[in-house]
């Protein structure tokens, strides 16, 4: 597959002032936040060759919450190109996000709550989902392992690899609530996705989980960062908003979660006519998903209540 290129330098903007306000019950929920890596998205095909039509088309699909047609649509991508990881990534992807969205995990509410995160109170998973899922990030990570051993610097393979990670990162923390353990597979996607943008600096899509590890790093207390490492990631909160904002602009795959995410932030640092733009601009994009349609009702609702936060 052909990976996004495209000439446009990286900008230079204005960036959010965020005043923290941590407690460990926030520093549990940011810290889960990258569950939206797996998201899907959809944008402007790159500069040159189109990536697969089926790939492009999945993520529209699972982002209008339509999944089966997703799956119809990576079957015949599978079938006609088994070799290729990106695929069998793309596939984790939905299977991930039919689940959240089936427990309610995507709702605002789960993220306004802190509870609501780091409680131990055991969800009631899809058994068979949840088979399907591994399985199919094993057939990721093997096909893009192979191809790494060959060629290190493949792109497709190391997206792949960064997309799978994450998917595992996001089950294990929000679904089996196991947090901590969840970190190895952080790390591990921040690292493919580091290694991803020294090969490619123009990948834009890498920016997304680069950039929201500086953000979330960086709105930590010092002594709690001391702990939480990872390489690459200086902990810098500008560098994290610019590198949404880039990919919010620039991205292809994940170009509107990455409005999602600077939707959070401005509805966190009570900016909620900001946020009311993005989701409209999504749900304009994808009319049947009836989930942004509620939050956006949601965020029209605290702007008529005079911007009070939505706890």
Do not use: C
Not at 82 to 95: E, I, K, L, N, T
Not at 112 to 136: G, H, N, W
Not at 220 to 241: A, C, E, M, Q
């Amino acid at each position: 597959m052909t990976q996004p290129l495209v000439t446009e330098p990286r900008p230079k903007e204005a960036v959010l002032t965020l005043r923290p306000r941590w407690s460990s019950r926030r520093f549990a929920r940011w810290l889960l936040l990258p569950i939206l890596a797996a998201l899907p998205a959809l944008a402007e095909p790159p500069v040159g060759e189109r990536p697969a039509p089926e790939i492009d088309q999945a993520f529209a699909r699972m982002y209008n919450t339509d999944f089966h047609g997703a799956h119809a649509l990576l079957d015949q991508y599978i079938s006609a190109q088994p070799s290729d990881p990106m695929g069998y990534a793309v596939r984790a992807s939905a299977y991930l996000f039919s689940e959240l969205y089936r427990l309610g995990i995507l709702e605002s509410e789960f993220f306004a709550d802190d509870k609501r995160i780091i409680e131990k109170k055991k969800l009631v998973p899809d058994p068979d989902v949840r088979q399907k899922l591994f399985r199919t990030i094993e057939d990721a990570q093997g096909r893009a392992t192979k191809i790494l051993g060959s060629n290190p610097n493949d792109q497709n393979a190391l997206f792949a690899m960064a997309v799978s990670q994450g998917v595992t990162m996001d089950y294990t923390a929000l679904v089996e609530k196991r947090q901590m353990s969840s970190l190895s597979s952080a790390r591990r996607a921040n690292n493919y996705a580091q290694q991803l943008l020294k090969v490619n600096p123009q990948f834009y899509d890498a920016y997304l989980t680069t950039g929201l590890n500086e953000y979330l790093i960086g709105s930590l207390p010092f002594y709690v960062r001391w702990f939480v490492h990872f390489d690459g990631v200086n902990g810098s909160k500008d560098t994290g908003i610019q590198s949404l904002q880039l990919v919010a602009r620039s991205g292809h795959y994940l170009r509107p979660f990455a409005k999602i995410l600077l939707a959070m932030v401005y509805l966190r640092e009570k900016q909620p006519q900001q946020t009311q733009i993005l989701l409209a601009s999504l749900t304009s994009e994808y009319p049947e998903n009836q989930l942004l349609r509620k939050e956006l009702a949601k965020v029209a609702e605290q702007i008529g209540r005079g911007g009070a936060a939505l706890r």
